[in-house]
């Protein structure tokens, strides 16, 4: 069988939709070495963290030949990629990243969607209008398309049930797997390097995902003036004009101090700060799954998240759940955790108990499962 891939966000994306990507894909590769996987993409771009995967030999990469792309790279991603599909004899396509081709359906090729989160519906002032009406209508047309739908969690499930009216039985719950990199033990050696690097201190809080209203710093901020401890708070991401409102909070709550950002860190070295951090924290409004969440307690950190959306799912009994408009919450959580509480200890057990659940090989397999149903 010949399995095709939208590519664009595992060769241009280097977190989030990028990562998801690139997980299916060789994971789908590895235990599934009898069967031919071609990524396609629009245009291709130097990515590091795409080498492995292409050197696997049944994955192969789809660009656009000349004399397709008459309208552009991105209008072939949009409607030029079912003619070359039928060109090639692939036998399914997998949107990996919440769209699927406009006109995939007239193709005649199954095709399977995973839908990673309407949040665009749920917290639409975290949106510009047009971008908001743009995705609303690629990615429920591509819902209503699509021979079968992959979901991230039962939140974004039902999030697709009531916004796009899409029947129970055509979506499948898929639960998102982490990088096998956070399933390794690291050395001691490298753990004292990144500490080092980063300039670390002995305890500290992180908070990993891009630095915007959603994910909520605010809340670890507010919480910070209030804890039993004066230890730091790191945020790892990408900035957005969010991050100017956190500083001036934490200026006027007088922590600005403990505040430190961190941009740009190296893929491979998330694992070693999780680690090294004596608390993990994912406030976030609303997400789809919330990878970070379950990162860190794969890594063995202890969690907190917040209520309201899919957390509960990527953490399970082992993280801690607190309001995510309650500072006051959020501040007994760190210090129970600070002060040794027994129960964090359990938490720590049933962690990585809960992580063994959202095993690669595994997620692979329901996927090709998937793929066959649909084939036939």
């Known amino acids: 069988m010949i399995i095709a891939y939208d590519g664009k966000r595992a060769v241009q994306n280097l977190t989030g939709l990028g990562n998801y990507s690139r997980l299916i894909i060789e994971s789908v590769a590895r235990e599934f070495p009898s069967h031919s996987l071609s990524v396609y993409a629009p245009s291709p771009r130097k990515n590091p963290r795409l080498d492995h995967i292409l050197s696997m030999p049944n994955v192969s990469m789809r660009f656009p030949l000349k004399g397709e792309t008459p309208l552009g790279r991105s209008m072939w991603r949009t409607f030029g990629i079912p003619a070359a599909l039928k060109a090639d004899r692939v036998s399914i396509f997998h949107g990996l990243s919440n769209e699927l081709p406009l006109n995939i359906s007239r193709s005649g090729i199954p095709s399977v969607l995973t839908m990673h989160d309407v949040i665009y519906r749920t917290m639409p002032e975290c949106y510009r209008l047009p971008d908001r009406l743009l995705y609303d209508f690629k990615y429920g047309a591509s819902c209503r398309a699509a021979s079968h739908i992959i979901a991230i969690s039962e939140c974004t ?20 797997g982490c990088d096998n990199i956070f399933h390794s033990e690291p050395s001691p050696r490298s753990l004292a390097e990144a500490r080092k690097t980063y300039d670390l201190p002995e305890r500290f809080l992180l908070q990993v995902g891009s630095i915007e209203r959603r994910k909520n710093a605010e809340l670890s901020v507010r919480a910070l003036s209030s804890v039993n401890s004066d230890l730091p708070l790191i945020l790892i991401g990408r900035a957005t004009p969010y991050l100017r409102e956190i500083e001036e909070l934490a200026s006027t709550l007088g922590v600005r101090g403990r505040l430190r950002v961190l941009h740009d860190v190296p893929f ?48 399970g009994e082992a993280a801690i759940y607190v309001n995510p408009r309650d500072p006051r919450a959020m501040a007994r959580a760190i210090d129970s955790i600070l002060s040794g509480d027994p129960g964090v200890i359990s938490r720590i057990e049933k962690g990585r108990r809960h992580a063994a659940r959202f095993d690669n090989a595994e997620i692979a397999s329901r996927v090709m499962e998937i793929y066959l149903r649909v084939a036939k």
Do not use: N, W
């Open 268 to 315: 491979p070295h998330l694992p070693l700060l999780y680690r090294l951090a004596t608390a993990a924290l994912y406030p976030s409004h609303y997400e789809g799954f919330g990878i970070p969440v379950l990162e860190a307690i794969t890594c063995g950190t202890p969690c907190i998240a917040a209520t309201g959306s899919c957390l509960e799912e990527a953490g």
């Open 157 to 176: 499930k039902r999030d697709i049930m009531h916004f796009y009216h899409i029947p129970e039985q055509k979506i499948s719950v898929i639960y998102q």
